[in-house]
């Protein structure tokens, strides 16, 4: 089988085609099982699929036969993903990449050890990459090759980031949302503080602006449980996310990540809270994909509007202080990389290796049955024994002697070479001819 990765990223797409190519949690099952079903079954019945998707990504890892991972067959994985998240194919295309085999495994062990991610050596997208592993095994898509090539990757990952200081000069986007607050007012602790969601990118996002021991911090979300949980650990208030429009024109900072496909902050109640407030400024940070603040927020006065790739191009500043550990985990992920393969070239010979102990088993078989009955006929053990081990090595020599006896040349040259390299011949005679 072969390895293929396609997808789109912050460096390919814009983030008005991420959003629309970002696959929701709750349909990544469907996704994967219309994938497999659509494209990868009619070429091959063991195929298999995973998708990782995050706010700055949506790639689909599959595996194919060697004869159909070609030009057409990557143009149907790239037609299924736009079909499925309704884009149009040629406006999709331009924006995303296909990896094969090698370079595929690179890709991989490089998004998770944070090299290909908008922040360098960002550590959620690991987690994102093991349970986008977990889903797809619960979809019963990931097999022996993809489930080996996760397994390794989060080794990868973990080699890096244990080896090398990419994490410690990595700049989070929640770090880079609070020196962007830090520009527009003069002290966060006179502020109150709104968190939309109770994810992870908003619970990092909160423990950051935490420390600098807001005036008030809320959080808003779906699940009251869930946001009580999060507010308390800040000793902060909760609240539904009902309750928001009475509530929005209270806060100064609002961060908002959920998993909703639809803006849950319009522009109407964005306006009527500037309004509420006297037009005093109020920064916003949009860090979902799909958005959850309306893009056209972001024209009225005394609103300070980012989105993931606003943060983005702030959090990559002071590269050159992280070049060294770049280079040492490209080292350490090449050296994996090459070992993957050696793996995948292993796994291809497995079909040889079983016909040729399907082949033996037979010969065995035949032979055993055999014995058996000169057994039970009266024959002498020790003679039917003796019949048995000389058949036996008859049958399984008589291929390769046949081929050296009517082979000349070159061709002889050759296979004498292969039966000293198959066979323990510590001084075989043909050496010295």
Not at 202 to 231: G, S
Request: overall charge neutral; proline content about 5%.
């Amino acid at each position: 089988m072969s390895l293929l990765a396609l997808g789109l990223n912050h460096a390919t797409a814009p983030l008005a085609l991420r959003e629309r190519a970002s696959v929701a949690p709750e349909r990544l099952e469907q996704a994967l099982s219309s994938l497999k079903k659509k494209v990868l079954l009619p070429v091959n019945a063991t195929a298999e699929a995973a998708i990782v998707s995050t706010c700055n990504r949506t790639e689909l890892y599959c595996t194919l036969p060697p004869q159909a991972a070609n030009s057409a067959t990557v143009q149907q994985v790239a037609h299924w993903l736009a079909d499925f998240q309704q884009i149009p194919a040629s406006e999709l295309s331009p924006h995303l990449y296909a990896w094969p085999e090698r370079q595929a495994v690179r890709h991989a062990f490089r998004v998770a050890s944070g090299l290909d991610s908008m922040v360098l050596g960002e550590p959620q997208i690991l987690g994102q990459m093991k349970q986008a592993a977990r889903v797809a095994e619960q979809a019963g898509t990931v097999g022996t090759v993809l489930g080996q090539l996760f397994q390794r990757t989060f080794a990868v990952a973990k080699e890096v980031r244990t080896t090398t200081e990419i994490g410690a000069h990595s700049v989070s986007l929640a770090a880079a949302a609070v020196k962007l607050a830090q520009r527009i007012f003069p002290s966060i602790a006179d502020l109150n503080l709104l968190f939309i969601g109770a994810g992870d990118m908003i619970e990092l996002t909160a423990t950051h602006f935490a420390a600098q021991t807001p005036k008030k911090l809320m959080v808003a979300n779906r699940t009251l449980e869930r946001a009580h949980a999060l507010a308390t650990r800040f000793g902060g208030q909760s609240m539904r996310l009902a309750d928001l429009p009475a509530h929005f024109h209270e806060f100064d900072i609002i961060v908002s990540c959920t998993a909703s496909t639809l803006p849950i902050v319009g522009l109407g109640m964005v306006e009527r809270a500037i309004k509420t407030r006297r037009h005093q400024p109020v920064f916003m940070v949009d860090l979902a994909v799909p958005r959850d603040i309306e893009a056209e927020v972001a024209r009225l006065r005394d609103v300070y509007l980012y989105t993931v790739d606003d943060l983005g191009a702030l959090a990559q500043e002071g590269m050159s202080q992280r070049q060294v550990a770049v280079t040492q985990a490209e080292a350490i992920i090449e050296t994996r990389v090459q070992g993957f393969m050696h793996w995948m070239e292993r796994r291809r010979n497995v079909p040889v290796i079983m016909q040729l102990r399907d082949a033996a088993d037979q010969l065995r078989a035949e032979e055993l049955e055999r014995a058996r009955h000169l057994l039970q006929t009266g024959h002498e053990p020790a003679q039917v024994l003796e019949q048995l081990a000389h058949r036996l090595t008859n049958k399984f020599m008589h291929r390769p002697l046949t081929s050296l006896n009517e082979s000349v040349g070159p061709e002889r040259d050759e296979l004498v070479g292969w039966v000293s390299h198959l066979f323990p011949l510590d001084s075989s005679p043909l050496d010295k001819k």
